[in-house]
């Protein structure tokens, strides 16, 4: 059974920082692809960064670039977003998920298999 657990979600003033962590377990994922999405209240889940299966190769949303970063420990099977210069609008449930590579379409949520339970990030001004 797959299990994607996540931590490190909290409360920040703005301008903090945070560094969300994303264990897997079950099978061995350094052959897959692993994303972070985010879903704020009322709205649609949306996509946030995307490592590929080496971490040699890394995919962000436009708000967060330069602020967050994505990696990877495949020793670890561990998924980490650091972020920094957090702001208000990145207040919402962040969710880790796993995909097989394909080398395409990271920003797309209907192509992850597995899914993490979400870790709330709450981001006050």
């Known amino acids: 059974q797959v299990q994607l657990v996540e931590s490190g979600g909290g409360l920040v003033q703005a301008g903090g920082s945070l560094r969300l962590s994303c264990a897997a377990s079950?099978?061995?994922?350094?052959?897959?692809?692993m994303g972070w999405f985010r879903q704020a209240p009322g709205k649609e889940r949306a996509f946030v960064a995307a490592?590929?299966?080496?971490?040699?190769?890394?995919y962000y949303e436009d708000s967060v670039k330069g602020r967050f970063t994505i990696s990877r420990d495949n020793a670890k099977d561990t998924v980490y977003l650091q972020m920094n210069s957090l702001k208000p609008e990145d207040t919402a449930v962040y969710y880790c998920?796993?995909?097989?590579?394909?080398?395409?379409?990271?920003?797309?949520?209907?192509?992850?298999?597995?899914w993490g339970q979400g870790t709330q990030v709450t981001v006050s001004s």
């Open positions: 998920a796993v995909k097989r590579e394909t080398y395409s379409d990271y920003e797309e949520s209907g192509n992850y298999d597995y």
């Open positions: 079950g099978r061995p994922f350094n052959s897959y692809a």
């Open positions: 490592v590929n299966w080496s971490g040699h190769r890394t």
